[in-house]
């Protein structure tokens, strides 16, 4: 079913049990979101065409090959982190590939696109939160997360493309129809090999579920934080998506930071305290922050490197490449349930 004949049946049904259409799916998810009354939606929902209705969620940002290329004493302890697999830290990073052939779509509060850390290289693909600013960062949460992805001195992937979908606005909010209408257009348009940041959570929502699932089915991989609530991820969304890969956040001494949700629905750990990276208030500004938002981004930057060495691989090859490679029984208080995987990038 196209965009226009959803678009259409959504038409139909408002005027047959009311309430209004705010905007359609016609890729990731074949649906629509809405304004409308309990009674109205009770009304829809009994309608023979429609599978169900769910309410609408508020969401918020979540604040394997030999290297041949080294960057001495990176400005992040994070990158200093994934390429080896013991501390102490040995002051450079190596990467065998800087992925110029991978697009990173970055699902978040927009981006700085002039900051020095992208040389061009970013871009604005969609804008879901409608505030007139054309994915331009207000937040600065996006250009952070992009500079971890892929700054040419922050970056796990220094070439990546970039391409920011915004769906958080200038406080870091945002609604899970935000967030389908963002895997509506990515699935629609993505340039693979791709790879999607989405460093955001919030309750469980099977329509953005639904939505991401169906993204990832087409080809693309996902990574996403699984919060900062130190509780279960398997209850949020998009944390309980088992084709994404799901990322909580380590800190410098190999501990789980105490904040970062666990659970047996997260994949790995990555470096997610006190990251310093790009930032959106001049076009080079940084900033130093905390939580999986911060930790995601590494395992999107690795599995950048990994689609550059790989572009036809499933988003379940890369999965399985990044939990496979992954340094095992190192995070200290891992939580109850929770895959014991440490993020790393090198070679041995």
């Known amino acids: 079913m196209q965009a226009a004949a959803v678009r259409s049946d959504a038409v139909r049904l408002t005027r047959a049990y009311g309430g209004s ?3 359609s799916y016609g890729t990731a998810l074949k649906g629509y979101a809405g ?3 309990p009674g109205q939606a009770a009304a829809i929902a009994a309608d023979p065409s429609v599978a169900y209705v769910e309410k609408d969620t508020e969401v918020q940002a979540s604040t394997g090959v030999h290297a041949n ?4 004493n990176p400005p992040s302890w994070g990158l200093d982190r994934i390429d080896q697999r013991d501390l102490p830290l040995d002051s450079s990073y190596s990467y065998s590939t800087t992925a110029g052939n991978v697009t990173a779509y970055l699902v978040d509060t927009g981006l700085r696109t002039t900051h020095t850390q992208f040389g061009g290289r970013a871009s604005i693909g969609a804008d879901e939160v409608g505030d007139g600013r054309n994915g331009q960062d207000c937040a600065g949460h996006g250009t952070h997360v992009a500079g971890t992805v892929g700054g040419k001195d922050y970056g796990v992937a220094k070439a990546v ?5 915004r769906v958080l606005n200038c406080n870091g909010r945002g609604s899970a129809s935000s967030i389908i209408a963002a895997a509506d257009w990515i699935t629609a348009h993505a340039a693979k090999p791709a790879v999607v940041n989405m460093s955001i959570n919030g ?8 939505a ?4 990832i089915a087409s080809g693309v991989t996902w990574v996403v934080s699984s919060g900062n609530d130190d509780r279960d991820a398997c209850g949020n969304s998009p944390g309980r998506i088992g084709e994404a890969l799901v990322v909580n956040n380590a800190t410098s001494s190999d501990a789980r930071r105490s904040d970062s949700n666990y659970g047996s629905c997260t994949d790995l750990f990555a470096p997610g305290t006190s990251i310093k990276s790009a930032w959106n208030s001049g076009d080079t500004a940084t ?3 905390s939580g999986t938002s911060m930790a995601a981004p590494h395992v999107t930057g690795a599995a950048a490197l990994w689609l550059a060495a790989h572009p036809t691989a499933t988003p379940a090859d890369v999965q399985n490449a990044l939990t496979g490679a992954a340094t095992k029984s190192k995070v200290k208080d891992a939580g109850s349930g929770t895959p014991n995987r440490l993020l790393f990038t090198g070679g041995s």
């Open 212 to 215: 991401i699932r169906k993204s």
């Open 35 to 37: 304004r409308m009354t």
């Open 69 to 72: 290329t080294e960057q001495p």
């Open 287 to 289: 900033n130093t922050i």
């Open 21 to 23: 259409v705010q905007r």
């Open 161 to 165: 493309k970039l391409v920011a979908v």
């Open 203 to 210: 309750p469980a929502n099977s329509s953005e579920d639904a």
